[in-house]
């Protein structure tokens, strides 16, 4: 199976600035198929981003995502007040599809 | 609107089984796949299966086979997941999860159920 590895495992900055979040795979994912989600605590997951780079129905343009082989990025441009949160990565392109262990974005 | 409203939080001992159920509401039922996907307490999520609503077939990850069953009820538009011989390790919060574009082998999710919690403990 494909591991997924996210980085780094805690981001801690202030609300205005700009969030990276790194996920790594094991092997070159042959598709597209690179998810990234948010969740908060208590809640279930909400979808972000799917083929590396569509925003979900809702998404604010300030998410991005790209990526390509093994190497994918989500972009938060200007982190506001309700994005701190964890943030996974999920591939789906390869059985089982499989999930990162998480980002967590926390406020500086 | 769209959404999956899953049953309540459970508690078990180790050896027993649970069954969770999920019901869909406000789209068509039968034209998306539902995943499972469980989350134990400070951790990741996990993939464990997936059921078509529309012939009722169903795929499950490698370490769930021979304890998991994917089930639906077209009629009251619902899906359930029953896990048997329960150990600890199995305590979790386990979701429903809708597939976003119709690919069996593989999806992302975008309507989720708000996860009951299972917790096994003697």
């Known amino acids: 199976e494909i591991v997924l590895t996210q980085s780094p495992g805690t981001l801690s900055l202030s609300p205005g600035e700009r969030a990276t979040l790194s996920c790594r795979a094991s092997r070159s994912l042959s598709s597209s198929y690179l998810a990234w989600y948010q969740q908060k605590p208590g809640q279930a997951p909400r979808l972000l981003i799917y083929g590396t780079s569509t925003r979900a129905t809702g998404i604010p343009d300030r998410f991005s995502g790209s990526g390509s082989g093994p190497d994918f990025t989500l972009t938060i441009s200007r982190l506001e007040p309700e994005d701190f949160a964890v943030y996974y990565c999920?591939?789906?392109?390869?059985?089982?599809?499989?999930f990162g262990q998480g980002t967590k974005v926390e406020i500086k | 609107q769209v959404q999956l409203v899953q049953s309540g939080a459970e508690v078990k001992k180790p050896g027993a089984s649970v069954k969770v159920s999920c019901k869909a509401s406000g789209y068509a039922f039968t034209n998306y796949y539902i995943h499972w996907v469980r989350q134990a307490p400070g951790q990741g999520l996990e993939w464990m299966g997936i059921?078509?609503?529309?012939?009722?077939?169903?795929s499950y990850e490698q370490k769930f086979q021979g304890r998991v069953t994917m089930t639906r009820d077209t009629s009251t538009s619902t899906v359930s997941m029953e896990l048997s011989s329960l150990r600890s390790d199995d305590t979790a919060v386990y979701y429903c999860a809708r597939g976003l574009s119709g690919t069996y082998s593989g999806d992302a999710f975008d309507v989720w159920g708000q996860g009951p919690m299972v917790t096994v403990s003697s």
């Open positions: 999920q591939q789906y392109g390869s059985s089982p599809q499989t």
């Open positions: 059921i078509d609503p529309s012939g009722g077939g169903s």
